[in-house]
Every structure is written in structure tokens, then in C-alpha cells.
Nanobody, 126 residues
């Protein structure tokens, strides 16, 4: 069973940085898509970034391009989200997600993810 545990959230001022981590267990092979999502109170869940575990290909939401970087350390089974130049509108609960992706071409916005972490809160003050 895949389990995902996020960490690294916190409170920062606008312009600051945070790095989120997602420790994964139960990933028995490398053909997974991994993603970061966020949800602010009263808003729909938003897809932030995704990566194919084997191919390393990535995508980003327009709202975070140039500020956020998704990366991974497969040896440590850990997914990261480096967030720079944070803005108050980045305030949300951030979730890590995973799903089997046999092909790197399967990685795309809107992909349905089957495994989710519990989330880590990010608060950005102005």
C-alpha cells in the first residue's frame, strides 16, 4: 500500500521560501506520476505541479511557474516542492499525491491520482 507523508509547511512572509517534502513508502517500481496539489479554504483543489518518477518530466500550473520547482530523490523515496517568492495567494493546505503511470506520456494536468497524503499547511503573510 502506498503511503505519503508531507512535511515542511509553515508560516512565512511574502517573498520568502519553503521546501515541502513528501516521504513515500510502498512504491514498488518507478512508473508513478507524483503531484503536488493545494486547497485554500472555500476554494477548489488546485493542481500545482507533477513529475513522472522514472522519466523526470514535469509540469507546472501557470500560477506557480518560475517560482516553484518539483523534484525528487528516488533513492530516498522523497518528493519535494521548492517554493520561492511566495505570495499570500499561495496560502493553502498542500497535498502530495501519487498514481501509477506506465508511460511518461500519462503525466498531464487533470490526471486522477489514487494515493494522497494528509497535507501540510502553508501560510504566507503580506
Amino acid at each position: 500500500q502506498v503511503q505519503l507523508v508531507e512535511s515542511g509547511g509553515g508560516s512565512v512572509q511574502a517573498g520568502g521560501s519553503l521546501r515541502l517534502s513528501c516521504a513515500a513508502s510502498g512504491l514498488t517500481h518507478s512508473m508513478y506520476c507524483m503531484g503536488w496539489f493545494r486547497q485554500a479554504p472555500g476554494k477548489e483543489r488546485e493542481e500545482v505541479a507533477g513529475i513522472h518518477r522514472a522519466a523526470g518530466s514535469t509540469y507546472y500550473a501557470d500560477s506557480v511557474k518560475g517560482r516553484f520547482t518539483i523534484s525528487q530523490d528516488n533513492a530516498k523515496n522523497t518528493l519535494y516542492l521548492q517554493m520561492n517568492n511566495l505570495k499570500p495567494e499561495d496560502t493553502a493546505m498542500y497535498y502530495c499525491a501519487a498514481t501509477v503511470c506506465i508511460s511518461a506520456r500519462a503525466l498531464r494536468p487533470g490526471l486522477t491520482y489514487g494515493y494522497w497524503g494528509q497535507g501540510t499547511q502553508v501560510t504566507v503573510s503580506s
